[in-house]
């Protein structure tokens, strides 16, 4: 009797960890494209920022139908490419920051 209890309880455990953690890359994301944002990466770094936030939206639909192995790609994928872009826009801000002024 206390196997099978066991078995239940690994199962149930096991089922809940998709939309766990589809989630917790969903708020990854969230927070990255935030950053990204801030950095201003819509306009210094396009594709990236787009690419971000495509596969964000993409990931929140899989979650809506429970695929929740492909929204934890997705999500991953949305997080690498919000990283990139933040890097990006703020290595171009330091490149502007350092570039010489020119003064008639």
Do not use: H
Request: hydrophobic residues 45%.
């Amino acid at each position: 009797m206390s196997a099978r209890a066991l078995i239940i309880a690994v199962l149930v455990g096991a089922s809940a960890c998709g939309p766990i953690q589809s989630t917790s890359y969903l708020i990854d994301a969230e927070t990255m494209l935030e950053a990204a944002k801030t950095a201003q990466a819509d306009k210094t770094a396009p594709y990236e920022w787009t690419s971000a936030n495509l596969y964000y939206v993409k990931s929140k639909e899989e979650v809506g139908y429970s695929d929740f192995e492909q929204a934890i790609d997705y999500a991953k994928k949305a997080v690498d490419f919000a990283t990139k872009a933040r890097d990006a826009a703020v290595k171009a801000a330091r490149k502007n920051a350092d570039a010489p002024t020119v003064t008639p």
